[in-house]
């Protein structure tokens, strides 16, 4: 029985058609191979050496997936490395140079050799580009209703979390599920008194878990 079917308790003998077993791949995820797995690090401008260094550097490997959505899962769950892919992508969103990318960290008494992941790099220059610009069309343009002095505060208390726990990837997985558990929803009239009293249960478990107050960036 293929690893795929056999993690699923499943069995490719339970299928008369190959339309239904592309249907279970799909729900399964796509299995891992040389081919699924070399489109993935085409996709993100991986080598196989860079994916296996980070599967290791979190005490994974390779051999831990059968399934190519599994994998690109925890990858970047992970941290996508720092590649010239995504390096261009980013400066290319930004409409930046990488000689410009390099004055605005050291503007900030920062450099690129400090950053291991895209997602850590992105975050840094959005804030960087919205502290150094005059105007705060960038800070508008991210519609999160913050001034700087507030992003700023904001910015620094998360940078105070200790964010990879597993005690606090427990307790946000839990607060992940019950918000699964209230389905999809456009406004607070689509959901019943008791759903709504559990959002606003789910709201104050995230508050706490955060660490934040209502007025914590006022």
Same mark, same amino acid.
């Given at each position: 029985?293929?690893?795929? !079917? %056999?993690d699923n308790e499943d069995s490719i003998e339970n299928y008369s058609?190959? %339309?239904e077993i592309e249907d279970m791949l799909y729900v399964y995820g796509l299995p891992l191979n040389d081919q699924t797995l070399q489109r993935l690090l085409d996709d993100y401008g991986l080598t196989l050496a860079e994916l296996t260094l980070v599967l290791a550097e979190n005490g994974d490997s390779l051999e831990n997936y059968h399934s190519i959505d599994d994998l690109e899962y925890a990858i970047l769950d992970y941290g996508m490395p720092i590649t010239e892919q995504n390096l261009h992508e980013l400066l290319d969103g930004y409409d930046l140079t990488r000689e410009q990318l390099d004055a605005l960290l050291a503007k900030n008494d920062n450099s690129l050799d400090n950053y291991q992941?895209?997602?850590d790099l992105f975050f840094t220059v959005i804030l960087y580009m919205v502290l150094d610009e005059e $105007?705060? %069309?960038?800070?508008d343009d991210l519609g999160i209703g913050l001034d700087?002095? %507030?992003l700023v505060r904001l910015v620094k208390h998360f940078m105070s979390?200790?964010?990879?726990?597993?005690?606090?990837i427990e307790k946000m997985s839990v607060i992940e599920e019950q918000l699964t558990g209230l389905g999809? !929803?456009? $406004?607070?009239?689509?959901?019943?008194?008791?759903?709504?009293n559990e959002l606003i249960n789910i709201y104050h478990d995230m508050m706490n878990l955060l660490v934040l107050m209502p007025n914590i960036i006022l």
């Open positions: 029985m293929p690893p795929l !079917f %056999e058609f190959i %339309e992941t895209i997602d $105007s705060n %069309e960038l800070l700087k002095q %507030e979390l200790d964010l990879f726990n597993p005690t606090f999809d !929803f456009d $406004s607070a009239d689509d959901l019943t008194s008791e759903q709504m």
